[in-house]
């Protein structure tokens, strides 16, 4: 049983010990994204091309406890041990083990065009000219310092956060990504997103996995409280910056996920991660109403038009109607879909914060408007700022609800 005033020391030498007795030295692996990090008949692969890569640029990941260096070099180590049993010892066996699917059928890649950047060449000149002979630059690296030390808070408990939205296309699995990303990138305990929307969502593709095995449904009947980190992770999609996935689905129409199944998986895979992300379904779906009250800080997305303000500001006076603290931890993101919003962004702002929720907005950018794989490098600038904002103020919310 980890130490509940600790569990994230626990959980890292747990990881730490395995790499010990593994006799392996750091570095001798590569470091394999976007598949299972272990399973039956599970090669090793190389990195995904499209995986996303965090900013070099930012700070957060100086000074790294020998923790989680030791926590890394088990993930790198995991790749070369002999493959496991199906599950773990001791734990319940699914009806069947399913085989592993690629996220995107071979037929289609050949179809994907060369990723844009987020914004064009001289934007981007503009802003490199503007940050050597302006006194702001001082300024801004005092923020990200100031925005990297609120990310990097510690945690009694696993934070959980879900994102959901109205209609499709509102950005959700976007959000989701970016700030799973976000948070492996600046945190040193592992980080989970958990994709409850077990209807051909996309946050698989975002996140550059290539290929999935075992989903949410599948975790609810195995995972028990005396597995380990590793034995965890073997069912899951491991990510960079000692991140992981766990997919809703296959990519088969038709697959389902009770609230029941939803509440195992969540229960059981919080002491193990410092933050978990969920994408949920669209509301007002019943996983996604219990994935809102059950989480310590709710994202609600929505595209930036008319259709999607009313909409959100229907739902929102609904979730005023809950205990205080949901609509007190809720923000709202309006995603910009196209260079030019069709309406006043302040003023629907304004108008949706009087319901007591924050709201805050994600430019337009090229690259995520192109689909795919988010390759973090490529994000516009003012991308880039908005989600880290977002991460921290989304952080903050679910510390202040123990």
């Avoid at 000219?129 to 990297?148: C, G, K, Q, W, Y």
Wanted: aromatic fraction near 4%; glycine fraction near 10%.
């Amino acid at each position: 049983m980890p130490n509940a005033d600790n569990w994230q020391g626990d959980v890292l030498r747990d990881l730490g010990g395995a790499a010990r007795r593994g006799g392996q030295r750091p570095g001798d692996a590569a470091h394999a994204v976007g598949t299972p990090s272990h399973g039956p008949d599970t090669p090793a692969p190389s990195p995904a091309a499209g995986a996303p890569v965090p900013d070099a640029g930012a700070p957060g990941r100086a000074g790294r406890s020998e923790q989680a260096e030791q926590a890394e070099q088990a993930g790198h180590q995991r790749q070369e041990r002999p493959a496991p049993a199906p599950y773990a010892p001791g734990t319940r066996a699914p009806r069947n083990t399913p085989d592993s699917r690629p996220v995107v059928d071979d037929a289609l890649t050949g179809a994907v065009r060369k990723p844009r950047h987020g914004e064009p060449l001289a934007a981007r000149a503009a802003h490199a000219l503007r940050r050597i002979v302006s006194s702001s630059a001082a300024r801004e690296v005092a923020e990200i310092t100031r925005t990297a030390e609120q990310l990097q808070q510690p945690v009694t408990t696993g934070r959980q956060i879900a994102v959901t939205s109205i209609r499709g296309g509102a950005g959700k699995s976007t959000v989701a990504a970016l700030l799973g990303t976000t948070y492996a990138h600046y945190r040193q305990d592992p980080v989970l997103l958990v994709e409850a929307d077990p209807a051909l969502g996309s946050l698989p593709l975002r996140l550059g996995a290539r290929s999935l095995r075992w989903t949410t449904g599948d975790v609810a009947d195995i995972v028990e409280p005396q597995m380990s980190l590793l034995d965890v992770t073997g069912y899951l999609v491991q990510l960079p910056d000692n991140a992981w996935l766990l997919p809703g689905s296959q990519g088969r129409i038709g697959a389902m996920l009770d609230t029941r199944a939803y509440e195992r998986v969540m229960v059981s895979l919080r002491r193990y991660f410092g933050v978990t992300v969920v994408d949920c379904e669209t509301l007002p779906a019943e996983v996604a109403r219990v994935a809102l009250t059950a989480s310590q800080a709710r994202v609600l997305t929505a595209p930036a038009t008319l259709e999607g303000i009313t909409s959100t500001y229907n739902v929102l006076k609904w979730v005023k109607g809950l205990p205080r603290h949901v609509i007190e931890g809720t923000v709202v993101v309006l995603t910009e879909q196209t260079p030019r919003a069709g309406i006043d962004l302040g003023k629907a702002a304004q108008k949706l914060g009087s319901t007591g929720a924050s709201v805050q907005v994600l430019p337009y950018d090229r690259h995520l408007a192109a689909g795919g794989a988010i390759r973090t490098e490529l994000l516009a600038r003012s991308t880039r700022q908005a989600a880290t904002r977002l991460a921290a103020d989304v952080f903050q919310l679910s510390q202040k609800r123990r």
